[in-house]
């Protein structure tokens, strides 16, 4: 089946000569146009989604040696609660940084503790070879200028960092480590001990909340009203 249509040569209409001319069109030259758009679409779409995974995907650790996570069901309320000993405690224990961890994601600073154990890795790296790839590619990942984990340090150790990357050595990412880790200490820690990822494993309901162990309770009643009262003595 044809169809006829009208084709105009430009849309100026004030151009001389303008003469609109007729030309038959069968249903491959209908198809064509249409095929072209949904063609144009689909790659508009993709473009879209890849932009948004890319986007998506900054905070996803890009390490090889990424570990899955692992689940908090198995964490004892009792063991949960040594992690508010002190921070070196919580981070002493794989559970511990795991969960920290979990909540550093919430807080969209995961980048801190990866970056922590990335320079723990490192400092027992005892080949060449090895110490200069992985120092390249934790300072392009952590350290540089628009990384996709860059950490929050001055610029003085970013530079000083990067003076070192023609001959890396064990101790150039220290510094570095260090402020890290105060800065996960002072900001991020307590805010853990409050969060509800933490609250959770511990049995508390909210921040301030005392687990108390209950002993007795016992009543006495006022003369003559009968009000009960109960002792605080009989709480621990």
């Known amino acids: 089946m044809e169809t006829l249509v009208f084709l105009f040569p430009q849309l100026n209409f004030f151009a001389p000569k303008e003469e609109a001319y007729l030309k038959m069109l069968g249903p491959e030259d209908l198809l064509a146009p249409r095929m072209k758009a949904c063609n144009f679409r689909l790659k508009d779409k993709k473009s879209r989604l890849s932009l948004l995974l890319t986007k998506s995907g900054s905070h996803e650790n890009i390490s090889p040696d990424k570990k899955t996570a692992t689940t908090t069901n198995n964490i004892s309320p009792e063991a949960a609660l040594r992690w508010s000993d002190s921070f070196e405690d919580l981070i002493r224990h794989s559970d511990g940084v795991e969960t920290f961890s979990q909540f550093l994601r919430t807080e969209f600073s995961e980048e801190n503790i990866e970056f922590w154990l990335a320079c723990e ?3 027992t790296i005892d080949s060449e070879i090895r110490l200069i790839s992985k120092a390249k590619h934790m300072y392009s990942v952590f350290i540089e200028a628009e990384a996709p984990k860059e950490v929050n340090i001055d610029y003085a150790s970013k530079v000083a960092i990067q003076k070192t990357m023609a001959s890396p050595t064990n101790t150039c990412f220290d510094a ?10 002072k900001d991020c820690y307590p805010r853990f001990l409050t969060s509800d990822i933490y609250l959770h494993l511990t049995k508390r309901k909210g921040p301030g909340t005392t687990m108390y162990r209950r002993r007795s309770r016992s009543c006495v009643f006022n003369e003559p009203r009968g009000e009960a009262t109960s002792d605080s003595s009989d709480w621990l």
């Open 121 to 123: 890795e490192y400092k």
């Open 176 to 185: 570095a480590q260090s402020k890290v880790y105060s800065l996960m200490k």
